[in-house]
């Protein structure tokens, strides 16, 4: 057997598959003889198979006779049940058949996908009708729209002075507010107060650890007794931020990561115990999980917090013209202050380059937890006031001083 003959059986044994599993799915949700099972979904794939191999216009003739099928089913069926969803189902079966002949894996994968929206009707009937409220689904929309309608259509480079003010990575930064805020709150309602903080703020801190300081301090505000775990979701997610200088450095260069391993674990290490200190003391017994009237985000904060980004990033840049080269290592300080990935790569840039040595580096890395942490702690006083602020600001300056320490016994 040829390799071409190989390929096109696993398209087609892929494509039988894919009408097996979605047609299992709707033969078990439905009793009815008429309604399309097993055996049609299966079929109506395979020729969609066969269609796509013998061309484009087959193709369409196969596919305007599956949706004339689906059309008759509906008309037939249609006061017992007015959904369209088994006629959409045996279409779009037909659509992944043809799919299989040009990637079996994308189809099969989708196959999938589409039989656990078949098979969770009741579940997702009820989060759509009885679980959401309007003010959540509002907030839910709100956030797709700014994510997936203005956030493309906003202009990818710098402009204002400088050139430092990118209209799309600004925009970014208030949907990653919204976005944590809308995940701590889902996470919330699902797992609880403790445990939905917890692991909402640690991977939070992989999208914007300070947009989850400034997130959890709203939560904090909102629900006093939720102070102390949230300060622990807020220092987890500054965990998990600081996690990603190994990678960010490691591109650069696998000796950098060697150099600062002893200053990021010990910064770590005091992060993880904050983080789990704030878990295992948190009242959240006395306060119900957020409920339908509560809001997911408050887009104002968002839109501050970008403001300010903007203006820090506005004046590294302003520094860094005005002085030259020999203002990097101050340029970075300030930028890190708003993204410290950033400012981490630029250490990197300059040790590779020889302008600064290891213990240098070590320093200089000291130097960039501070000015962001001097910043998370600033915003976590705002925006959650003084309980959480400072219990933050405790964490992130110990996990500093612990840097200290570790930066001054290396290079002793």
Partial sequence: MTEDAVELLFAFSAALGAGLLVGLVRERGHTTHSTAGLRTHALVALAAAIAAW?????LLVTLVAVALLAAMSYR????EDPGLTGEVALLATALLGALAVRSPAMAAGLAVVMAVLLYAKEPLHRLSRELLSEDEVFDGLFLLASALVVLPLLPDRGIGPYG????????LL?????AVGALGHVLLRVIGNRWGLAVSGFFAGYVSSTAAVLGFGQRAKESPPLTRSAVGAALLANLASLSLSVPILGALSPSLVAEQRWVLAAVGAVLLAGGLLGVHAGREDEVSPPTAQTRMFRFSHALGFAALVGGLVLASAALNEWIGNSGAMAAALIAAAAELHAS???LGSLRLGGTIDAAQGQWLMVGLLAASMGTKSVLAVVSGGRAYGLRVAAGLLASLAAGVVTAAWSSG
């Fill in 344 to 346: 981490i790569a630029t």
């Fill in 54 to 58: 013998l061309g484009s216009g087959v």
């Fill in 76 to 79: 037939a069926t249609h006061a």
């Fill in 164 to 171: 430092a003010l990118n209209p799309r990575t600004l925009w």
């Fill in 174 to 178: 208030v949907v990653l507010v919204m």
